[in-house]
């Protein structure tokens, strides 16, 4: 069974390190910022995708052997990634909407041939936290690689302007 994550940002981190700790071997992240897919390689993700460059679709029929992901998480909210993530899916594939989409998605019917399901998340449990937290322990999520950055309270709004520059990806602040 393969995945694919749409975005590798902080949240799409998180949800290829759940679908690696749950036992996904095949995960393909999809990411244009050159400097998020660095850090996706220094974080040894074996399959990152520029949609920019290369076609998410084909990456993962290669991968699958023709048959596509049975599960595409959208961690983008890029309406553009989502048409592409839905025919990346296999037969009765399943795509999971966690990000906040800013502009609507276009929705083809021809896009859910094949009895796929769409289904959306934002909320965790603390069932979900729990797992988290047990991955952690047992190795299952690396919290180096350079994806976690840690500052100053009084480097908020640097760090903040250079988030949007697309130069960090989590960052965490320090209170005084």
């Known amino acids: 069974m393969g995945a694919l994550v749409i975005g590798g940002g902080p949240i799409g981190v998180g949800a290829y390190f759940a679908l690696k700790a749950a036992g996904v071997d095949d995960v393909v992240v999809s990411e244009p910022s050159a400097g ?16 920019l460059s290369e076609s998410v679709i084909d990456v993962c029929r290669d991968l699958t052997y023709g048959e596509g992901v049975a599960v595409a998480i959208d961690c983008a ?44 998340s934002e909320i965790y449990t603390r069932e979900d936290f729990g797992a988290v937290i047990g991955a952690m ?20 709004e640097r760090v903040l302007r250079e988030l949007r520059e697309g130069r960090h990806m989590k960052v965490l602040v320090r209170t005084p």
Not at 137 to 156: L, P
């Open 77 to 120: 909210g890029a309406p553009q990634a989502f048409p592409d993530a839905m025919q990346a899916l296999s037969y009765s594939g399943r795509m999971v909407i966690v990000a906040a989409f800013e502009k609507p998605i276009e929705l083809s019917t021809r896009l859910l041939i094949g009895e796929k399901v769409i289904r959306s």
């Open 137 to 156: 322990a047992r190795g299952g999520y690396r919290t180096n690689g350079g994806w976690i950055k840690t500052v100053e309270f009084g480097d908020v």
């Open 36 to 51: 998020r897919r660095a850090i996706l390689s220094a974080l040894e993700v074996e399959h990152i995708v520029d949609p």
